[in-house]
Every structure is written in structure tokens, then in C-alpha cells.
């Protein structure tokens, strides 16, 4: 007969992609493609998208504008909608409530962490 390890209290659960989904029917991956969320979102980063969820002021969201995709902020006034990009760059878009779709709110976004590109130092014995 075995004794239960005490190692077994401080057993962390495995980390699984799947807990980051909600609602999975609901949840989509894309892939951001421009500058517009620098420094927060970076180009390439896969998004967790979840369009079950209600669009608060200052969540990520993807929209749809003029026929295009966008990941901007989202502040939402009487009649209007603010479109915000964390990059100072872009301009706020300004529409009517009417004028955007909001596609879904991301929940998570995930990047790459690219190696430095200078090359490390060898230090001498």
C-alpha cells in the first residue's frame, strides 16, 4: 500500500489552449495583420476572437467598416462609435452606430517572441 506524496498539494492543472475558449462555437483565431494595435497587439499574432461577447468601452474588437476588417478599441457614445488604435499614428474612426459591424471582441492575443537580432557577447575565460 502507497502513502498519497505531499508534492501532490502543489500539483499545478496542465495548461491547454482550450481553457482560454469561452464559448466555443462563438470562438474564431485570426491573424492580425497591420500596425494599428502597436505596442500591445503586434502584426502577426493570432487573436482569440469571441463573438458571444458583449463589446465594453476599451475592449479590443473587430469590426467591420467600410467593408474592411479592423481591430481597434471601441468607445461607444449616444450615436456614435469611436474606433481607438493603441498606435498614436493612426487616426480615431468616428461613425455612426449604424456604419460598423462589430465582428467580435478579442480575448486574447498571442505572439511569437522572435530572438534578439544582435548576437550575444562570448565571454573569455
Do not use: C
Not at 462563438?26 to 463589446?55: K, N, S, W, Y
Amino acid at each position: 500500500m502507497s502513502f498519497p506524496s505531499p508534492a501532490d498539494d502543489y500539483l499545478e492543472p496542465r495548461l491547454q489552449l482550450d481553457n482560454l475558449i469561452v464559448q466555443p462555437a462563438a470562438t474564431f483565431f485570426v491573424r492580425m495583420t497591420g500596425m494599428a494595435m502597436e505596442p500591445t497587439i503586434h502584426a502577426g499574432d493570432v487573436l482569440i476572437v469571441d463573438r458571444a461577447i458583449v463589446p465594453l468601452d476599451g475592449r479590443a474588437v473587430v469590426v467591420i467598416f467600410q467593408e474592411k476588417f479592423f481591430v481597434r478599441r471601441i468607445l461607444i457614445e449616444d450615436d456614435k462609435i469611436t474606433l481607438k488604435a493603441d498606435n498614436p499614428a493612426f487616426v480615431d474612426i468616428v461613425a455612426a452606430l449604424d456604419e460598423i459591424e462589430v465582428w467580435g471582441v478579442v480575448t486574447y492575443a498571442v505572439h511569437k517572441l522572435n530572438a534578439p537580432s544582435w548576437k550575444r557577447r562570448r565571454r573569455k575565460p
